[in-house]
C-alpha cells in the first residue's frame, strides 16, 4: 500500500483514525515524559514501572474495573516500593529496581493467566494499533492532556528540581513530591501507550527520542518539542507499516527512533561523531 | 551601646548517619552583616552542618534559628550553592537560563520569569563579570566560571544570607579574586555571608568571623581569635598523624 493509499484509507475509516490520533498523542507524551527521565537518569525506572502495571491490569479484570486504575495503582506501589527497598538496605539502587520490577511483571504473567480474562497477553506487551478501540482513543487523549497540563503548569518546577535539585530542597520545593508527580505520569504514560508499542518496549520510546534530542540542543524547551517530534514520526511510521504491511506497530516504532537516533548520532552538528573525529582531525593536522 | 542582630544561630545541634555521629552538641551565633567562614579537616562535618542548617538533612536535635525563626519560614530569604561536583554539567541549559533559575523561589508556583526577571539575572551575570558567556552551555566553562554563575544565580536570589559550600575548591585565581570581593560587598551591604572553606592560610584575610569544627564546635569568634595554635591542633591533631609522630619525637 503507498503512502497515498494509506492517507485515503485515514479519510475513509474511522478505526484507521483512532490509531492515528492515539499513536500521534503517544508520541508526544512519551517525548516530553522521556526528556525527564533521561535528564534525571531515571531510564531504568521507566523500564521497570512499565513492566510493572501488568499485575494491575489483570486485578483491574479480576475485580471489574476500568484498567487503568489497577496499572496506576502498581506503577506507584513499584515506585515505592524500589525507593523503599534503596532507601532501607545497602542494595545498590539499579539491582533494587530489577529485584522490585520483575517480581511485578511475573505477578502479572501469572494472573493474567489466572483471570483467564481475554486479555491478549501478547497486544499488552507488544502493542496492537490496529486494533485501537474508541475507548482506548479517548484514555490516551485525557491522559495526554493530563500530562501536558501537568508540564506545562510545573515546568519551572520540573526544571530546577531536574536541574539542581539540591537549590530546589533549599529554596522549600517538595522534591520527593515531585519525583514521585513524575512516576506518576510515567506511570499514566505506559498505560496509555500499551495498545501503540506495548509495555515491553514503551521505554524505549521514553528514552530513545529524548536521547536524540538531547545531542541536539542546549535548552530544556527545544529538546521537549524535538523529543515529542521524534516519537510522532517513530509512532506514524508505526501506524503506516502496521497497516500497510500487518507488521508489529511496537518493533516498527522502536527501529524508527533508533534508526532517528543512530542518524543523529553520527551526523547530529555538535555532538555527532563524524563531525567530532573531523574537527579533531583537523586540529591535529594544524598542530602538526 | 549598639544592639546587634544574630543572623544565624545553632543551638545544641547533633547530626549522625546511622550509628555514627557527624556532629555533636554544636552552639554558635553568626551576627548580621558578617562574612563567616566554617573551617576543619576532612569529615569534620562542614557540609553537614551546612545542610543541616538548612534542613536538608535531619537532625538528631537541636534548634536551627535564622532571625529568631525556623529554616521553614525563611527558606526564601537565604541563598545556597552546593559544591559543584553535585551539578550535571551536561545538563541543557545555557549560562543566563542557570541565573534565571535564581529568580524562581520568589515567583512561586505557576509562574514564569518575566522580561524583568532575566533583566536582574543579566545583571547579577554583568557583576561576576560572565556577561559574554551568556548564550553558552554551562558545561563549557571553566570551573572558576562555573563557580561564578552559581554566584550570580545566589545574587539573583536577591537573599539576605547565604551559604557557600566550598567556592574556592579547583578555581583558577581571578575567579577566587571576583567571588570573595562579592562576598565582601554583601557583607559590606548589610547581608550574612557563610562560607564552608577548607585553605587555612587565606582564613583571615577572607572572613570575619570563624567557625572552627571537628564534630565538636572546637571555636568560634573573630578570626584571629580562632586561629590559635592551640584550637587548630585540638581540630586538625586527629587528623594528621604525623604531627602526632612529630611529637613524640620531642619528647
Not at chain 1, 497497516?243 to 522502536?254: E, N, W
Not at chain 2, 555533636?24 to 569534620?44: M, S, Y
Not at chain 2, 544570607?161 to 548589610?190: C, M, N, Q, W, Y
Request: charged share 15%; hydrophobic share 50%.
Amino acid at each position: 500500500m503507498s503512502i497515498m493509499e494509506f492517507i485515503s484509507e485515514i479519510i475513509d475509516y474511522g478505526f484507521v483514525q483512532k490509531a492515528l490520533f492515539t499513536s500521534v498523542m503517544v508520541g508526544i507524551i512519551c517525548g516530553i515524559v522521556g526528556c525527564f527521565i533521561v535528564l534525571r537518569g531515571l531510564a531504568l525506572m521507566g523500564d521497570a514501572i512499565s513492566h510493572a502495571v501488568l499485575p494491575g491490569v489483570a486485578i483491574s479484570f479480576l475485580l471489574d474495573i476500568n484498567f487503568f486504575y489497577g496499572a496506576v495503582a502498581a506503577g506507584i506501589l513499584t515506585a515505592l516500593g524500589i525507593g523503599y527497598v534503596n532507601q532501607n538496605s545497602r542494595i545498590k539502587s539499579d539491582s533494587s529496581i530489577g529485584i522490585v520490577f520483575t517480581a511485578f511483571l511475573a505477578l502479572g504473567v501469572l494472573l493474567i493467566r489466572y483471570a483467564h480474562s481475554g486479555v491478549n497477553l501478547d497486544s499488552i506487551l507488544f502493542g496492537s494499533l490496529t486494533s485501537v478501540q474508541t475507548s482506548d482513543m479517548w484514555m490516551t487523549l485525557i491522559v495526554g492532556a493530563i500530562v501536558l497540563l501537568v508540564v506545562v503548569l510545573f515546568y519551572k518546577e520540573l526544571l530546577i528540581s531536574t536541574f539542581d535539585p539540591t537549590m530546589a530542597a533549599a529554596y522549600g520545593l517538595p522534591t520527593k513530591l515531585i519525583h514521585y508527580m513524575l512516576m506518576i505520569l510515567l506511570t499514566l504514560v505506559t498505560v496509555a501507550s500499551m495498545q501503540t508499542v506495548g509495555v515491553v518496549l514503551v521505554v524505549a520510546l521514553l528514552i530513545t527520542p529524548a536521547s536524540t534530542a538531547y545531542l541536539l540542543t542546549n535548552r530544556l524547551w527545544v529538546m521537549l518539542i524535538l523529543s515529542a517530534a521524534f516519537g510522532v514520526i517513530s509512532s506514524l511510521a508505526g501506524l503506516y507499516f502496521s497497516f500497510a504491511y500487518d507488521l508489529d506497530s511496537g518493533a516498527v516504532i522502536v527501529l524508527t527512533s533508533f534508526l532517528l537516533f543512530a542518524f543523529i548520532f553520527f551526523f547530529s552538528p555538535k555532538q555527532g561523531v563524524l563531525w567530532r573525529a573531523i574537527r579533531s582531525k583537523r586540529k591535529r593536522n594544524a598542530a602538526s | 551601646m549598639e544592639h546587634k542582630s544574630i543572623a544565624f544561630s545553632v543551638q545544641d545541634l547533633t547530626v549522625s548517619y546511622g550509628e555514627q555521629t557527624a556532629l555533636k552538641n554544636i552552639n554558635f551565633q553568626v551576627e548580621k552583616g558578617k562574612l563567616v567562614g566554617v573551617i576543619g579537616p576532612n569529615g569534620a562535618g562542614k557540609s553537614t552542618l551546612m545542610k543541616a542548617s538548612l534542613g536538608l538533612i535531619s537532625k538528631d536535635h537541636g534548634t536551627i534559628e535564622f532571625y529568631g525563626k525556623p529554616v521553614k519560614q525563611m527558606r526564601e530569604n537565604i541563598a545556597y550553592i552546593p559544591q559543584r561536583n553535585n551539578i550535571d554539567w551536561d545538563f541543557p541549559i545555557n549560562v543566563l537560563d542557570t541565573v534565571v533559575l535564581g529568580t524562581y523561589p520568589k515567583l512561586g508556583v505557576f509562574h514564569r520569569p518575566k522580561k524583568a526577571d532575566r533583566k536582574r539575572a543579566q545583571a547579577c551575570l554583568a557583576q561576576v563579570g560572565l556577561q559574554k558567556f551568556s548564550k553558552r552551555q554551562i558545561g563549557e566553562l571553566s570551573g572558576g566560571q562555573q563557580q561564578r554563575v552559581f554566584l550570580a544565580r545566589a545574587l539573583a536570589q536577591q537573599t539576605e544570607i547565604f551559604f557557600f559550600d566550598e567556592p574556592f575548591v579547583g578555581i583558577d585565581a581571578s575567579s577566587e579574586e571576583t567571588i570573595i570581593h562579592i562576598l565582601k560587598k554583601l557583607r559590606d551591604e548589610g547581608k550574612t555571608v557563610i562560607v564552608i572553606h577548607h585553605d587555612l592560610s587565606k582564613a583571615q584575610e577572607y572572613f570575619d568571623d570563624l567557625v572552627l569544627i571537628n564534630q565538636d564546635l572546637i571555636e568560634a569568634g573573630p578570626a584571629a581569635s580562632v586561629l590559635t595554635p592551640e584550637a587548630l591542633g585540638k581540630a586538625y591533631k586527629s587528623q594528621l598523624p604525623f604531627l602526632q609522630s612529630e611529637e613524640a619525637d620531642e619528647s
